[in-house]
Nanobody, 125 residues
Framework: QVQLVESGGGLVQAGGSLRLACAAS????????MGWFRQGPGKEREFVAR????????YYADSVKGRFTISRDNAKNTVYLQMNSLKPEDTAVYYC??????????????????WGQGSQVTVSS
């Protein structure tokens, strides 16, 4: 079992920055990969970023590449999403997710086993 608790969302103007954090508990944090997804109003939940167990490999959606950075601190059992140059289209509920079994495509929400509660990010124009 893994529990994920997110923090750090809020309201920001276009061009601004926010950092999301996701604190994990339960199973040893360094044994599984982590991802971030988001779901905008009226949209499907979509992949944002992923980081490997030791933090050495990262993946990003094209829409956020160069603006967002995923990182993790295994000593603190926490994964982060640094979001810079935010745009109104980044407005969404952001979810962290844990992939314990590496069984599918990393961009698919079905490949992740545990989810945080979600954190609202609103970018005003």
């Amino acid at each position: 079992q893994v529990q994920l608790v997110e923090s750090g969302g809020g309201l920001v103007q276009a061009g601004g920055s926010l950092r999301l954090a996701c604190a994990a508990s339960g199973r040893t944090f360094s044994t599984y990969a982590m991802g971030w997804f988001r779901q905008g109003p009226g949209k499907e939940r979509e992949f944002v970023a992923r980081i490997s167990r030791n933090g050495g490999t990262t993946y990003y959606a094209d829409s956020v590449k160069g603006r967002f950075t995923i990182s993790r601190d295994n000593a603190k059992n926490t994964v982060y999403l640094q979001m810079n140059s935010l745009k109104p289209e980044d407005t969404a509920v952001y979810y962290c997710a844990a992939d314990l079994y590496y069984g599918g495509r990393y961009t698919s929400k079905d490949s992740y086993d545990y989810w945080g509660q979600g954190s609202q990010v609103t970018v005003s124009s």
